[in-house]
């Protein structure tokens, strides 16, 4: 807020100018010149209430030391697109719109807000997939173990023949995208032609991996007007530059608000390497409405930016936001980034993932993450990972795939409420950790998972080359798949708390030195454990079977060797004792066995987020 001696709108509380771009260069005109210095001895931009639309700034290294906060009690929406308006009949059921010129830019619209919510965009099957007919039959040799024993070929990752009947042969291919599903990601990419004689796509760009890949088959096409099923649906016909839509019953087409993305990212923290952008805080803001390129963006949609992009950054907070229907990231960091801070906000509603923040001596806590990878299932929720980082009291739900997904070294994830992921695609968790050196996973607290098959859906995966590591004190509730590790060593299971209402597993496959101490395991159905000799200590765990059936297989690599012993170790076979389990009290009574085994009671009645 500024008050130098002007006549016109110069920015002052009493004659502010209209747009954020505006207030951030008169803020770069009057460096050390403010009466209200916050950050001390920064700038300080206050927004006002109301909607500002098409809306892209970029801070540099010149601008650290700037606070940009909402105006107190009042909610300003920064949108990274524009109204779509003049809409026009187009036959029975469906209106269409011109797109405005944007100049040297061009339309890439991948998400259409309409009426305040994420608008479904022209899917065709309209529900599922289909069933392609490419194969790919080379071997993984693991991630660190370099991917295809083979190198795919160009024609191989542009390729995919699908059933005869399944796509109309008058398939509009200027408006089509593909998306082929692998196991953990998956790639939407273009069609650059359909032979109709052979039933043979021929993909714009390359897949991530070839369609076929791991015995996957399944693919969708959206975006053309075969997929308009239902009300409520929406295509970007670029062959005509119009957005087509379908409305709801009720829905006036001369009243709705109507808002197309402009803008892949709305604002962007951008220093350098070698000078970084530093102490910029920005509090109380809410963003929505962006897109994204059309591209195969890898794993986590790793290749997309955020409706907030951070690059080489220092000292820099990001609180109480809100970042809404989005076809990208909601945040995004890269880069070298230290001692940053995201707390309090909420993330929803995007085509991809919620935070994607990392680096070292970050802080990623009190935040709500939710209803992440619409368009692109392999996004996580919280993803990134560096060293001595936390990421605490979040609660994410309602993913695609991994909640939480945080490598790196000496990283915290504690504390943590997370339901309802790996909705979509497989060999993830609810937390997973690649290649952790040190890490520690406690208190957390993960439910309601479903397997939905593949590699499968685990509530704490310790994976490739993850040492050192203490996975404590962390609670699961009707997860089958409580503890996965997968060429990891040195690591230490202690003091959980896993209830399984079916069969339960745990395995360790390819890892070595396991310690496994101390854990309750209850579930309905059998137990079985895969790789029990990758487990140099098991002791005072407690187990049961509500079926009386524990299993324990040795494993060579992936396969089963011998017979299966019972419950390994000294393992105790015994009731638990839960206070009153059918009403989700899962203290032990004063005579469980927990007690003489020296387990402490998991508490998680505080994981997730404190404050509201």
Known sequence: MYRPKATTKDGSGEKPVATLAKALEISRKHRGSVDQPAPPGGQWIMIHGGVYYDVSVELTAADSNLLIEAAPGEHPVLYGGIQIKNWQ?????????????????????????????????????????????????????????????????????TTLQYKAGDLPPGLEIKNAEITVYHMWDESCVGVAANDTAKNTLTLSSESGHPPGAFGVKKFVVWNTREGLTAPGQWYHDRAQNRIVYWPKDGQDMSQVEVTAPTRTTILRLKGTPKEPIKNVQVRGLAFSVTTVPLVAAGFAAERFDGAISVENAESCALSNLTVARVAGHGINAKGNCQNLRVDGCDVSFCGAGGIYVGGNKTLITENHVHGVGISYPSSVGIYRGGKENVVSHNEVHDCTYSAINYGGQANIVESNLIYDCMKVLHDGAAIYIFGGKGCILRGNYARDITDTGGYGASAYYLDEQCQDCVVENNFSLRVNWPSHNHMAKRNTIRNNVFVVLGDAKITFPRSSDYTVEKNVLYAKGKIEIQGGNAVTTWSKNLFYSGVGKIETFKMLDYSRTGPPDGAPGDTMVADPQFENLEAADYRFKNTSPAIKLEIQPVDVSKAGRTRR
């Open 89 to 157: 009949k187009d036959g029975d059921k469906f209106y269409a719109a011109t797109l405005p010129d944007l100049g040297e830019r061009k339309w890439e619209v991948r998400m259409l807000e309409v009426a305040g919510k994420f608008c479904p965009r022209a899917r065709f099957p309209a529900k599922d997939s289909f069933a392609h007919l490419t194969e790919f039959k080379v071997p993984w040799m693991s991630t660190t173990g370099g991917g295809w024993k083979r190198k795919p070929t160009h024609e191989e990752l």
